[in-house]
């Protein structure tokens, strides 16, 4: 995609398939319900471009947050932790059962939100403090995990 200042940035399209007892179409509007409830709480999301038919059309963010945060250190990791603690707090806030981390992406020192979908669970069922405890056992399962790093998130 280029703007209007000649910027061009990378895209990506996200085709809708539907195994919920839901049409294509209101899966897809639950997903774009889903991102703009996170948006507006200050969770980091892709921009959107557009929604055409079942395809949504948004920024794509290159790099992986796992991977990243596997490589990081001091500052960076601290900055990758706390968007990360951040971030699951405000989830489990709205009720969202878990951080969808498999897919999660970063523009360098945040936590990008992905996945919009079943992966983030229903609104209702999830807390703050449920949604903190799955990243860091997420995170402490994929041989992530370093010491500190649940303090760094549980403070966030």
């Known amino acids: 995609m280029e703007h209007d200042n000649g910027c061009r940035q990378d895209m990506i399209?996200?085709?809708?398939?539907?195994?919920?007892?839901a049409t294509v179409s209101q899966t897809v509007e639950e997903w774009i319900k889903r991102r703009t409830?996170?948006?507006s709480h200050g969770i980091v999301v892709p921009r959107l471009a557009f929604v055409y038919k079942a395809t949504v059309y948004e920024e794509?963010?290159?790099l992986d947050f796992n991977r990243?945060?596997?490589v990081s250190t001091g500052a960076e990791r601290a900055a990758l932790l706390g968007s990360l603690g951040r971030t699951?707090?405000?989830?489990?806030?709205?009720g969202f059962e878990r951080v969808p981390l498999h897919d999660a992406?970063?523009?360098?020192?945040?936590?990008?939100?992905?996945d919009f979908g079943q992966d983030l669970g229903g609104p209702s069922?999830?807390?703050?403090?449920?949604?903190l405890a799955q990243v860091v056992n997420d995170l402490r399962q994929w041989r992530?995990?370093?010491p500190n790093d649940a303090d760094i998130i549980q403070a966030a």
């Open 144 to 146: 992530i995990l370093k």
């Open 68 to 70: 990243c945060l596997e």
């Open 125 to 131: 069922r999830g807390t703050p403090a449920r949604a």
């Open 88 to 94: 699951a707090r405000i989830v489990g806030a709205l």
């Open 37 to 39: 409830t996170l948006d």
């Open 105 to 114: 992406r970063t523009h360098g020192s945040d936590c990008v939100i992905v």
């Open 60 to 62: 794509y963010v290159p």
């Open 13 to 21: 399209a996200k085709a809708c398939v539907s195994l919920a007892n």
